[in-house]
């Protein structure tokens, strides 16, 4: 059986992404392809598991050729996107889900050894709180992405409208990481004082948190908080800031401490965000970023 550092599961996706600093079409996202891109930069074996329609194959290259092995079920469509920035801040935005490759099922999975599986989703048409089960069961240690439980997509319209989670409490006794943004933090927990979520957050059992938001990110272990702040001297390729942050930083934590992690993956992100597209820098160019002190913790 192979073995990898990580595998990214969820649907990659085709984007249209509308905003004031430019519009896009037919751009290739979802969480598992920011994420698995930023976590290959960081040197780590990767793999994605995707469901998608046979004749968008393509979209999955630039996995590929990244070194990540990419297990795919053909489904009857792709997921499809559209993300509109109606300001100039980032975190405002309206989205709509308008195909979808449905829900992963336990016979998704490949024949691979137990490792750390992040279930990175864009909306709730992915996971079940089953899925999670069986996956530990199996000897999987999960990470979660909570906007795949709070971006919830209305059948009639398909509107992304973002809601509360009964069984939040239950998905984050779940896993060891978790990452949200802002707003979804606030949906949960009713706080936008990140360090006030995030220890929230911490009593319902995952080990370690992460919060993002527009100028930096925050992590909370062992019950301190760390704080980066994001050193991007524009936002053209802010979509997918989450899922690349969080993707480098398990990356890096799986050898480093949390301080050092968290500078890497904020400094990674900082690059990515500069380019529209996934990160496509260099190891050595985060670690460049780094050490500019930018990035004050606390």
């Not at 968008?56 to 009857?76: M, N």
């Amino acid at each position: 059986m192979k073995r990898y550092d990580i595998v990214f599961i969820g649907h990659v996706t085709i984007d249209e992404i509308d905003a004031l600093e430019g519009s896009a079409r037919d751009v290739t996202g979802g969480a598992p392809f920011f994420g698995a891109l930023a976590a290959a930069g960081a040197k780590r074996k990767i793999a994605v598991i995707t469901r998608m329609a046979k004749g968008d194959e393509q979209l999955v290259e630039p996995l590929k050729s990244a070194g990540i092995d990419v297990y795919f079920r053909p489904t009857h469509e792709t997921t499809h996107m559209r993300v509109v920035h109606p300001t100039a801040n980032v975190d405002d935005r309206v989205m709509y889900q308008t195909k979808n490759a449905g829900f992963f099922t336990i016979e998704d999975m490949p024949t691979i050894e137990p490792s750390l599986v992040h279930l990175g989703a864009l909306t709730d048409q992915e996971f079940t709180l089953g899925f999670m089960k069986e996956l530990k069961v199996r000897g999987f240690r999960l990470t979660v992405d909570m906007q795949g439980f709070v971006r919830q997509v209305d059948e009639a319209t398909r509107i992304i409208r973002f809601g509360d989670v009964p069984e939040k409490r239950e998905i984050m006794g779940l896993v060891d990481f978790v990452k949200l943004d802002v707003v979804e933090a606030k949906i949960l927990t009713g706080t936008d004082n990140l360090r006030e979520a995030a220890a929230i957050c911490n009593t319902w059992g995952s080990r370690e948190i992460m919060i993002t938001r527009s100028d930096g990110v925050l992590v909370r272990s062992e019950r301190k908080n760390y704080f980066a702040r994001f050193t991007n001297k524009r936002s053209a390729g802010r979509t997918g800031r989450g899922d690349t942050t969080f993707g480098a930083y398990l990356a890096r934590r799986l050898d480093y401490p949390v301080e050092e992690s968290l500078k890497f993956a904020a400094s990674l992100a900082s690059i990515k965000m500069e380019t529209p597209g996934p990160f496509s820098g260099t190891f050595e160019s985060v670690i460049k970023r780094m050490g500019m002190g930018d990035h004050p913790v606390s």
